[in-house]
Nanobody, 118 residues
Framework: QVQLVESGGGLVQPGGSLTLSCAASGSIFSFGTMGWYRQAPGKQHELVAL???????HYIESVNGRFTISRDNRKNAVYLQMLSLKPEDSAVYYC????????????WGQGTQVTVSS
């Protein structure tokens, strides 16, 4: 069974930056579109960025221009560079394969906590 392992989260001040990494135990090329979701306390998972197999990227409006998603198919890895972080970016971040209906298709990993606070 495919496993996803996220890392790179932490506590950062507003305006700071973090880069998240996701390592997959299987071939992400075969999964097609990959994405980063986040879940804030009491809320559902929210897809914030996705990258297609041809490396086209899409972002939700609130992170557009601040976040950059990338993938390395040879390393079976997906990354999320986050700049100019805001308190409202605080959440547990997860990567996953993304279906055509923008839902996740693989079991969730443990996620990585991002906390933006002064």
């Amino acid at each position: 069974q495919v496993q996803l392992v996220e890392s790179g989260g932490g506590l950062v001040q507003p305006g700071g930056s973090l880069t998240l990494s996701c390592a997959a135990s299987g071939s992400i090329f075969s999964f097609g579109t990959m994405g980063w979701y986040r879940q804030a306390p009491g809320k559902q998972h929210e897809l914030v960025a996705l990258i297609t197999s041809s490396s086209s990227t899409h972002y939700i409006e609130s992170v557009n221009g601040r976040f950059t998603i990338s993938r390395d198919n040879r390393k079976n890895a997906v990354y999320l560079q986050m700049l100019s972080l805001k308190p409202e970016d605080s959440a547990v971040y997860y990567c996953n394969a993304v279906t055509s209906s923008l839902t996740p298709s693989l079991p969730w990993g443990q996620g990585t906590q991002v906390t933006v606070s002064s």
